[in-house]
């Protein structure tokens, strides 16, 4: 062979450089390729030449057409070789030595570390180029007249089951935020900073605190004495270590947030079993939870921007978090409204945003069209999402959710919106409660009567976009629940008519071997009729033929009597 | 050497287009009323002869050319597929056969002058990728010169398999008495057919020399206008 660098098939890796070698990168699935050999993949792909049906195709000819094309491109490497370079010094077909060629460059053990071809023929003018994103000079925005530039709707992928966990753990520290719920931040301790999740212990001198631990390692840092430290037991135990709030107390809890709002006092008593702690952190770790106490303060700030439309993705729900997740969705719209209003800009709902300025130019529009309009801005998966979650919820309490929901479709333009669809959510909570919520969609008629005045500073389009939303979820439902029954309907008829057709099939396969059974018979009879027959024949036969010989001899006796 | 005939001693196929597609090609050039058509293009020979009336008349209205034309086009189309089909139902015999192919061509602003073998026995040759090849690897832009390449190709190689069938009949007639068919040594063949013995032999490298490099690599000029204006005119004056 000739002398040539000695080949280290690398694959992919860098490994330093080795004065004496050069090395030349071949991608790892071609770690097959050796000098000196032809592997099974060549010969595999290039039959023509291992067949030995032609004088111009033999493996020795194929060696030499690979080997000259790969040093060929080693030569340079960061070069592309092309087709007609190589042919020009080959002798053979040059259909075949095509082929040898993009073998190789397929396999990668040429032209691997070349740039990519160039664009093919040139820029014609009926070249379509695809460009992402608006054309230059055109500005997407919002509204006609506003200059907010809209960006790309996001699809979140979270699984929704952890939405609701995260949620509360993700807010971001903002004034409200702590005004809201300063008892609860997490404390850090002074000297190791962990979290103090266990008991901690203040410093009663300054602001300062120390964990456990490091109280009982004795790390609390200079000048401070051990005395000088006040237990006290963390409050954020139970809500850590997961109080277990049931259904009927987290029914309570949202009714008692919506009726008395901020006054934690008042909705504690209201929950009875739960301190108001636990029932604010219950609040919190519920996705939608502070948008309640908002909305119940009639106040306009909000953090709750992690109370994103990851609850609106309800494809594998586990059936546990079922219910929880079925609020999120109802909820996500009235918390999402929330969110618009604060004109928050790191928003993630750019399908919303579109929702709310649409609505706000029409306020006074019929609710059917608002429906229309919203089933088109919306985003198919937030639709179909509402129509699940609606189908599932209206597949559970029928009626009771219809009488609900249409009761208070009447309300709905003076009253509160957020009763409503809490309502619908109660109504759709549990199984086991549900002469509760029988008594209690009365209850919270008269409640949403009271409570007019009070939640009337809420703008009416938020009320009315959120229930088109969940009128447009409940029509969804309902057209699914029809083309289901539908379905069934259809199911059921053709197995009749299946059964009917078997039936038929079996009942005439019956009378046909019936009848066969008494051919049988017949034939058999007949038979016997013919034995009879014919055994007569012979016993007559027999007769007459003993009559004839006894009066031929009777004869042959006269006649020799005579002679 | 009797060892070697017999492995490459193929059965006698039906005479066909040596590619992957079995396409013909079909050159026309008709002067009607002072206006000259020249085309050049592939066609299938499969297509119903309905398609052939419909392509002239189409042709006609694309270019605008003097209903004159018509008639002319489509005789020619068809005397052409009649030559074709002629042909179809003789024995072709190909035998292991590979042959140069020269290439030179104008084509509007480029000048392309070629040369490369071409095995005719090798029935998944392409001359359509051949030439796409070609255009990339030259880095032409020009959309037409591919197609004219392809057709040059194709062009060759039906004069080569017409050969190639009347070679066969002379043959039969000539040895009517043997049974069985015959086996081209190349010699025997047209002359341009290469000399396969000679050239892969187990002594000699399948890689040309380098002084012959330059032989078989493209050759590619672009003309100027004038120079394509000038070309022309010289054609019609030869041509006239």
């Given at each position: 062979m000739e002398n040539k660098p000695r080949h280290d098939p690398n694959p992919d890796s860098n490994r330093p450089e080795e004065p004496e070698l050069d090395l030349y990168t071949i991608p790892s699935y071609s770690s097959w390729f050796a000098w000196n050999d032809i592997h099974e993949t060549e010969r595999q792909a290039l039959k023509e030449f291992f067949e030995g049906s032609s004088i111009s195709r033999t493996p020795k000819i194929y060696k030499e057409y690979r080997d000259f094309i790969i040093n060929k491109y080693r030569e340079d490497p960061s070069r592309r070789l092309t087709f007609t370079e190589i042919r020009k010094s080959l002798i053979g077909d040059v259909t075949l030595l095509h082929k040898v060629f993009r073998f190789l460059e397929t396999w990668g053990l040429i032209n691997f570390l070349a740039p990519p071809p160039p664009h093919e023929g040139s820029e014609n003018d009926d070249r379509v180029r695809v460009e992402n994103g608006a054309p230059n000079g055109v500005r997407v925005v919002a509204t006609p007249n506003s200059l907010r530039p809209l960006s790309a709707p996001v699809v979140k992928g979270k699984n929704s089951g952890d939405g609701v966990e995260e949620s509360g753990v993700k807010l971001p520290p903002l004034a409200s935020y702590s005004d809201v719920f300063g008892d609860l931040k997490r404390l850090h301790c002074g000297s190791c900073g962990d979290n103090c999740d266990s008991g901690y212990y203040e410093y009663k001198k300054d602001n300062f605190i120390v964990c456990d631990k490091c109280f009982k390692n004795g790390n609390y840092g200079e000048d401070k004495s051990m005395d000088d430290f006040e237990l006290k037991d963390c409050h954020e135990k139970s809500a850590a270590n997961g109080t277990v709030w049931t259904e009927a107390e987290t029914l309570l809890l949202l009714d008692s947030v919506l009726k008395h709002g901020d006054d934690w006092d008042l909705v504690s008593q209201n929950v009875q079993t739960k301190s108001k702690l636990d029932c604010i952190t219950k609040l919190i770790e519920l996705p939608f939870g502070e948008s309640l106490i908002d909305s119940a303060k009639g106040r306009g700030n909000s953090s709750g921007t992690s109370m994103s439309m990851n609850g609106i993705k309800p494809v594998v729900v586990p059936p546990s978090e079922d219910q929880e997740n079925i609020i999120n969705e109802d909820q996500g719209y009235d918390g999402a409204n929330e969110n618009k209003k604060n004109g928050d800009s790191e928003n993630q709902e750019p399908p919303l945003k579109k929702k709310r300025t649409a609505s706000t130019s029409d306020a006074d529009s019929s609710l059917m069209k608002q429906i229309a309009r919203i089933s088109t801005m919306v985003g198919p998966q937030i639709t179909a999402a509402a129509a699940e979650a609606a189908a599932a919820m209206l597949s559970d309490e029928m009626s009771c959710s219809r009488e609900i929901f249409y009761g208070d479709h009447i309300d709905l333009t003076n009253g509160s919106l957020s009763p409503s669809i809490y309502q619908q959510e109660r109504a759709h909570n549990t199984e086991e409660s549900e002469i509760k919520e029988r008594s209690n969609p009365s209850d919270s008629l008269a409640e949403s009567q009271e409570t007019h005045p009070k939640k009337s500073d809420i703008p009416l389009p938020l009320r009315i976009r959120a229930a088109v939303a969940t009128g447009l979820g409940a029509a969804a439902a309902h057209a699914k629940l029809l083309a289901v029954q539908e379905e069934k309907e259809i199911e059921h008829l053709v197995a009749t008519i299946i059964e009917a057709q078997i039936k038929k099939l079996n009942s005439k396969i019956k009378h046909c071997e019936d009848a066969e059974l008494l051919m049988e018979k017949e034939y058999a009879a007949i038979e016997g009729l013919k034995e009879y027959i014919l055994g007569e024949r012979i016993n007559i036969l027999r007769t007459t033929y003993n009559t004839g010989t006894s009066k031929l001899l009777e004869l042959q006796s006269q006649t020799s009597n005579l002679s | 050497m009797k060892s070697l005939a017999s492995a490459s001693w193929k059965a006698p196929l039906k005479f066909r287009m040596p590619t992957a597609e079995n396409l013909i090609p079909i050159r026309l050039d008709i002067e009607v009323d002072g206006q000259r058509y020249k085309d050049a293009f592939t066609w299938n020979p499969y297509d119903p002869d309905s398609e052939v009336v419909m392509f002239a008349k189409r042709t006609v209205k694309d270019l605008k050319l003097a209903p004159g034309f018509l008639p002319q086009i489509v005789q020619s189309i068809q005397s052409q597929l009649a030559t074709f089909r002629s042909y179809e139902g003789q024995d072709m015999y190909v035998g292991d056969k590979i042959i140069p192919i020269k290439l030179d061509l104008q084509v509007n602003h480029t000048v392309i002058r070629d040369q490369f073998l071409w095995d005719l026995n090798n029935f998944d040759s392409d001359p359509e990728e051949f030439a796409r090849t070609l255009c990339t690897d030259l880095g032409i832009e020009d959309p037409e010169v591919g197609p004219a390449v392809a057709f040059a190709i194709r062009e060759q190689l039906y004069e080569i398999a017409i050969q190639n069938v009347t070679s066969a009949r002379e043959n039969r007639i000539s040895k009517k008495g043997r049974r069985a068919a015959e086996h081209f040594t190349p010699s025997k063949a047209s002359g341009a057919a290469l000399d396969l013995m000679k050239l892969f032999s187990?002594?000699?490298?399948?890689v040309r020399k380098r002084k012959e490099w330059d032989y078989y690599k493209p050759v590619l000029d672009l003309l100027s206008n004038e120079e394509v204006d000038a070309l022309e005119a010289k054609e019609e004056r030869s041509g006239r």
């Open positions: - | 187990f002594r000699s490298s399948v």
